[in-house]
């Protein structure tokens, strides 16, 4: 095939958004620094350059390295479920104190500010330690860019992967920039306590799904 072909990269772009456009926990921690204001492009660059390099793996095969390890994803989900256990019960803390859900300091008026590298690193964990990013951009999105070479030949895997790189991207720029928007609508305590809330309850459904898969992942690896 040519090296480029704008039906493969435009399906690659909405694979992507179909997968990473509902509110999950790596989406909900972006939209709360972009309501927050702070560090936002620090975010956005973390969580777009970990899709980049997921889909990359899983186009470049590591998506069937699973095949060969049976315990790689039960033990990456058991991880994940220990983080965004953690992350919901801060979270429902927040909710339940609202000074600590507004993070506002008293003195000034102001949010209180958090270290960039405390943020990249919440960012990065959010994206590393989340298996839903992992089985998503690498398995799936690898196998589907798989398909892509097998149906049209070489060049094509790498296309449909450059159009998912580019929704991603595209799609946490948008929702900080959106985000910022709103946050004239944050001034409100109750406001940061109603969405630390949600926050809350998906996180901790989130760990319980992926608890009773991790669950199910042991049982089934061969004895």
């Given at each position: 095939m040519d090296t480029w072909n704008a039906p493969t990269f435009l399906l690659g772009m909405a694979t992507s958004w179909g997968l990473i456009v509902?509110?999950?926990?790596?989406?909900?921690?972006?939209?709360?620094?972009g309501l927050?204001?702070?560090?936002?492009?620090?975010?956005?660059?973390?969580?777009?350059?970990?899709?980049?390099?997921?889909?990359?793996?899983?186009?470049a095969g590591l998506s069937w390295v699973s095949g060969g390890l049976p315990w790689l994803v039960p033990a990456l989900t058991a991880v994940g479920v220990v983080f965004l256990a953690s992350h919901g019960i801060a979270a429902a803390r927040r909710a339940w104190r609202p000074?600590?859900?507004?993070?506002?300091?008293?003195?000034?008026?102001?949010?209180?500010?958090v270290s960039?590298?405390?943020?990249?690193?919440?960012?990065?964990?959010?994206?590393w330690?989340?298996?839903?990013?992992?089985l998503d951009t690498t398995v799936l999105i690898g196998s589907l860019a798989h398909a892509q070479?097998?149906?049209?030949?070489?060049?094509a895997n790498w296309v449909f992967?450059?159009?998912?790189?580019?929704?991603?991207a595209l799609w946490?720029?948008?929702?900080?920039?959106?985000?910022g928007k709103l946050a004239p609508w944050f001034q409100r305590p109750q406001a940061w306590r109603a969405l630390d809330a949600g926050i809350a309850l998906m996180l901790l459904g989130l760990a319980a799904g992926l608890a009773h898969m991790a669950w199910q992942g042991w049982q089934a690896i061969p004895a």
């Open positions: 509902a509110i999950g926990a790596q989406n909900a921690f972006v939209l709360r620094q927050r204001r702070e560090w936002v492009g620090s975010v956005v660059l973390v969580c777009a350059l970990t899709d980049i390099v997921l889909i990359a793996l899983g186009v000074v600590d859900a507004t993070a506002i300091d008293a003195s000034t008026g102001s949010a209180i500010p960039r590298r405390r943020i990249v690193l919440q960012a990065a964990a959010f994206s330690l989340n298996p839903h990013a992992w070479l097998q149906a049209q030949g070489p060049g992967a450059g159009g998912a790189m580019s929704a991603s946490f720029t948008t929702l900080a920039w959106a985000a």
